[in-house]
């Protein structure tokens, strides 16, 4: 269900009417700081202020149980790059969380280098509260290599050597991301794809719970939560986006949405 997704002149101004503890997940892609259309170019400190401040709220917003997932890539300024991933680390650090994993996303393709090597993967750190979390492997797991394989001698002759329902994925994702002839590409120049998101979702998540997006573009965090059950709440500067989210989400609720699958082979 669709809680609350809402334009609003700042996120910070949206959050400040929410209640402590409210979400099990936290999950966004802030801006880079690359003058894209949806925002205003500033001194990278004059960014990781406010990307300070933004996180600190997200934090008093987060369950006991909670997970927050920061997805960043790199700033880039005549042809050196900052990964903002390892700016953001003592940000996290100071508030008091854990980082779980630093997951890859290799997306395949993008923007071609002639002077370094052309970027081709983000990261999305996943920081918990505590060490008691919500973590559910089995909706994510990915099939084995060897399915059938079992245990040629020992205690355990004849058993299956590994879990019937898969293995346990690594931290190097790879699909593509939200461009071109992509089902789900809306005008938005920088898309979440679904499926990185469904993934959080499923995993850390039980249904009923709330997910926020505190910059949530088109909707696809909202749309993750919804198809799997759970509450989405966001916000977004631009009208635009924010109708746009509204839309598709009217649409997966009539069955009209088109996704790309999750586990869909490349």
């Not at 997704?5 to 801006?31: I, W």
């Amino acid at each position: 269900m669709v809680r609350s997704v809402m334009e609003c002149a700042d996120n910070l101004e949206f959050m400040d009417r929410l209640d402590d503890g409210t979400f099990k997940l936290v999950v966004t892609s802030p801006p880079y700081n690359l003058g894209k259309a949806y925002e205003r170019r500033v001194s990278l400190d004059a960014w990781l202020a406010g990307q300070e401040r933004v996180i600190r709220e997200c934090v008093r917003l987060l369950h006991d149980r909670g997970s927050i997932c920061w997805q960043v890539g790199n700033y880039v300024e005549n042809g050196e790059i900052v990964p903002l991933d390892a700016l953001l680390y003592p940000v996290f650090r100071a508030a008091g969380l854990k980082l779980r994993n630093r997951i890859v996303w290799h997306f395949g393709h993008g923007l071609h280098c002639t002077r370094r090597l052309s970027g081709r993967y983000e990261t999305i750190n996943w920081w918990t509260r505590g060490d008691d979390y919500t973590w559910n492997l089995d909706p994510i797991r990915v099939p084995s290599k060897y399915p059938g394989k079992r245990h040629f001698k020992g205690p355990n002759k004849g058993k299956l050597s590994g879990n019937p329902l898969g293995k346990n994925p690594s931290d190097v994702w790879q699909f593509t991301n939200a461009r071109n002839n992509h089902p789900e590409k809306t005008i938005h120049p920088c898309q979440f794809p679904v499926e990185l998101v469904e993934r959080l979702v499923l995993s850390m998540t039980e249904k009923g719970d709330a997910v926020f997006d505190p910059y949530i573009g088109v909707g696809s965090t909202a749309i993750a939560a919804v198809m799997h059950g759970r509450d989405a709440y966001g916000c977004d500067t631009s009208r635009h986006y924010i109708d746009i989210a509204l839309d598709r989400i009217d649409r997966l609720e009539e069955g009209r949405l088109k996704t790309r699958p999750m586990g869909k082979p490349l």
